[in-house]
């Protein structure tokens, strides 16, 4: 339900945005792929071609507002509208909110707060063309219930949660549907650094008794995205293995 479909993922070179990006192109979606240089989608790019699909891409860093506007043009210029977005591309820093460094906190707000909505607000206006568009942003559970030593980013990512429910309300009557997802402990570059005892831990939180894959995200933002998740919007979907319930 995703075929010919024009979807931007953000954050693509990588972890949950490149699984993301296969798994559409899987499903015979045009897929734009965002990165802040080639060579960081460079395994990306050759990961959707081995699909059978050649992916347009585009090049900026989420914090330059401008450039992520003619990024937007190029798309138009190139295809005349989008049909879905991803919003994926963040940063995770974690540390006690007393020790954190007040430019860690800005950056994770930047990235993960103002870029996105930016990057929707300009999405957007290529989706409202369409009979239905639709927008996946990806939280995290941390979001939804909080994590000690990482209250910056649990605010950060409850933010995506706010805004996603507001956004839906606004735009649900424009036939623009917008949903998120809250993953877990998901094996990708980002929880690399759990070792030992503290991965230990995290594992007997989560149900299921095992880490998440990139591609089982993946899979629910395909879904989302399709015409087979039509009436669906506002919605926050935890894809966690049963660590909250």
């Known amino acids: 339900m ?22 559409l192109a899987e499903c015979g979606a045009q897929v734009v792929l965002h990165g802040r240089t080639h060579e960081r ?7 959707v ?44 820093q974690e540390g006690l909110l007393g020790m954190m460094k007040i430019t860690a906190i800005q950056e994770m707000l930047t990235v993960n707060v103002t870029s996105a909505l ?24 941390i979001g939804l219930n909080g994590a000690e030593g990482s209250t910056a980013y649990a605010a950060s990512k409850a933010a995506v949660v706010g805004f996603t429910k507001s956004a ?5 009557m424009k036939g623009i549907r917008v949903n998120a997802v809250a993953p877990g402990f998901i094996e990708t570059d980002l929880t690399s650094h759990y070792e ?25 933002i395909a879904f989302l995205l399709s015409d087979d998740a039509s009436y669906l919007t506002g919605q926050i979907i935890g894809v966690d293995g049963g660590m909250v319930i």
Not at 49 to 78: H, N, R, S, W
Not at 196 to 218: C, P, T
């Open 2 to 23: 995703l075929k010919d479909k024009i979807i931007l993922v953000t954050g693509a070179t990588r972890g949950i945005g490149q699984a993301t990006a296969v798994k």
């Open 41 to 47: 989608l460079t395994e990306t790019i050759t990961a």
């Open 49 to 92: 071609q081995a699909v059978g699909y050649e992916p347009f891409v585009v090049l900026y860093d989420v914090t330059d507002k401008p450039a992520m506007k003619q990024a937007i043009v190029l798309i138009k210029k190139e295809f005349g509208h989008l049909d879905g977005l991803v919003n994926n591309a963040g940063v995770m």
């Open 118 to 141: 930016v990057q929707m607000q300009y999405a957007s206006k290529l989706m409202l063309k369409n009979e239905s568009s639709s927008i996946v942003n990806v939280s995290s559970i």
């Open 168 to 172: 839906a309300k606004e735009w649900a």
């Open 196 to 220: 030992g005892e503290r991965k230990d831990a995290v594992l007997q939180m989560i149900k299921m008794q095992r880490f998440g894959k990139a591609r089982e995200v993946a899979n629910v």
